[in-house]
């Protein structure tokens, strides 16, 4: 195909596709898939080797948030039978961290639900992340806390962190259909915050909440622009209790293609399989590390995610190494201009999040209208299958051990 020649040779130029082509991407079918595949496999690899980057959710709080991600088992009115806690210690939140390092994760990701931290949040989030750094060597912290207002990332920073989450999840023209607490242009302010205190950006989407092909290529241009250095891809996880609960859209063929759409728009930028992708990817998730150069292990924020063990049989089995502490993630032009330790330049879905970790989502039970241009796939779009969505029971919060 003239098209996946053109992206292939774009992407390894670090050039941006057009809209059209990105759209196509999205458009093409299940007969051209192993030849997207391949084709975004080859600019995967030109950037970031047969690596796999792995990273550890530690939900800091848990539940009990005010604001109303429509997508969000912790969001107001969340009736999702989730884990409910308020901030953890910072010898837990070490002692949870750790199990992720021992399994092979090279960054922690501590979120926190809310709308975004206080001063005292602060204090707290930096004893933990020096509790966390002083207890494992050469780890990468983000921190994923919500919006941020102005000094709060320049406090994180001093403390250690080295990257901030913070999603922008769907596109602008959509965004009050999913929420309506805080803004799109909230979002875009704390990732410029997080940037301007010489923190690794980490800002990604969530797929699948009822969104048009045109609602995706735009949040992926949107975080072109922005410059990340990291983008998590979620897929909707329909929690019982949310207004998505039902929207059950994504097919294992379109969540390839979305990635595969993702890497050619952001070619050289770590882009991480995060939330959903057990549920959604089901067994064409090897596929899937051909497209992306990140994944979490083990459990996400309030849902559970496939066995750890099981995560480092699949690499392994798929042809791929797990990135090692003294790797440099990001390619050297990048990771150049960061300047971090860490590799990452400047710069939680589960359930994303607060906003990007891997846990819920959907569209609001009323509906937006939007959607109507995403054809239910196979099983899609059919009734809540909840049996696909296990909460979390154990690790951060809980007194069994973690899932790493
Ligand atoms: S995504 Fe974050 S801000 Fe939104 S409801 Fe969930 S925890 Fe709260």
Known sequence: MDLLKTLVEKGLRREQPTREEALAVLATSDDELLDVVAAAGKVRRQWFGRRVK??????????????????????????????????????????AAAAGVAGGAKRVCLVASGRGPTDRDIDRVSKTIEAIKEENEGVEVCACLGLLSAGQGERLRTAGADAYNHNLNTSESTYGDITTTHTYADRVETVHRAQAAGLSACSGLIAGMGESDADLVDVVFSLRALDPDSVPVNFLIPFEGTPLAEEWNLTPQRCLRILAMVRFVCPDVEVRLAGGREVHLRSLQPLALHLVNSIFLGDYLTSEGQEGRKDLEMIADAGFTVEGADETTLPAHRAQAAGHACGEGRACAEEGSPDGAPAAAGRGAAGSGRGQDVPAQGAAADAARSD????????????LAPNA
């Open 388 to 399: 696909l969505v296990a909460v979390r029971r154990r690790g951060a919060g809980t007194d």
């Open 54 to 95: 792995l990273n550890y959710l530690v939900n800091l709080k848990s539940g009990l948030c005010p604001e109303d991600c429509s997508y969000c088992s912790q969001r107001l009115g969340s009736t999702a039978d989730i884990l409910k806690y308020t901030w953890l210690k910072p010898e837990e939140a070490s002692r």
